[in-house]
């Protein structure tokens, strides 16, 4: 073997190898689910959310990064039967003076710290993300304990994301802005439950865009 052989064996070599310790997956919108739950002083009501895309990076079998575009404009009202009362809370949701979807159609949630937990028991939360979520063209810091899973071919993750609103403008009946509301208040805190998985790593390469 000759010395130009040798070399580009063995960059070669080095690609795979590099490959095989970090790779960058897109996210199964099909097999994955968003909801959410929003409480008042007399009662709660929830929903779902449709993930536009997501990409998540995995080095060294551990999670590295990550980044999910949520569509606004797909809010749906789940724990209302009767028809008109369930659209008229839809609409309520989508108007300005909540999410604003008109002029804020997409929310990004994006971390670069993934941190395994240790001496967890068995089914319990075991990484904790840090990150940022851009609501409303506004973004803050965010962070949440989360139960991954991790294997040659692909991950999982579920867990529950909690969002204080009023960073994000959202002061609807909100008693930090509004007095007098008594049992007509919102509570500023509302909650997103989240299961998602990435597509096999073996498969074709992401052709997603995850800035969309």
Do not use: W
């Given at each position: 073997m000759n010395k130009s052989v040798q070399i580009i064996s063995v960059a070669f070599i080095t690609l795979v190898l590099s490959l095989s310790a970090f790779a960058s997956t897109s996210i199964d919108v099909k097999k994955s689910s968003v909801e959410w739950l929003g409480k008042k002083v007399t009662g709660e009501h929830s929903g779902s959310l449709?993930?536009?895309?997501?990409?998540?990076?995995?080095?060294?079998?551990?999670i590295k990064s990550g980044r999910f575009v949520l569509d606004m404009t797909s809010i749906k009202v789940l724990d209302i039967k009767d028809e008109k009362w369930n659209k008229k809370l839809e609409k309520h949701l989508k108007d300005d003076d909540f999410f604003g979807v008109n002029y804020y159609p997409k929310a990004v949630f994006e971390f670069n710290v993934a941190a395994p937990l240790e001496n967890v028991k068995e089914g319990e939360p075991n990484y904790h993300f840090k990150g940022d979520l851009t609501l409303k063209g506004i973004t803050h810091a965010l962070e949440f304990d989360a139960f991954v899973e991790l294997n040659k071919t692909r991950a999982?993750?579920?867990?529950?994301?909690?969002?204080?609103?009023?960073?994000?403008?959202?002061r609807y009946k909100s008693n930090k802005f509004f007095d007098g509301l008594g049992d007509k208040a919102i509570y500023d805190e509302f909650f997103i439950t989240f299961s998602v998985q990435t597509r096999k790593i073996?498969?074709?390469?992401?052709?997603?865009?995850?800035?969309?």
């Open positions: 449709d993930l536009i895309n997501g990409v998540v990076t995995i080095e060294k079998g551990e999982r993750a579920s867990g529950q994301i909690i969002v204080d609103r009023t960073k994000y403008n959202l073996s498969e074709a390469p992401n052709t997603e865009n995850p800035s969309k």
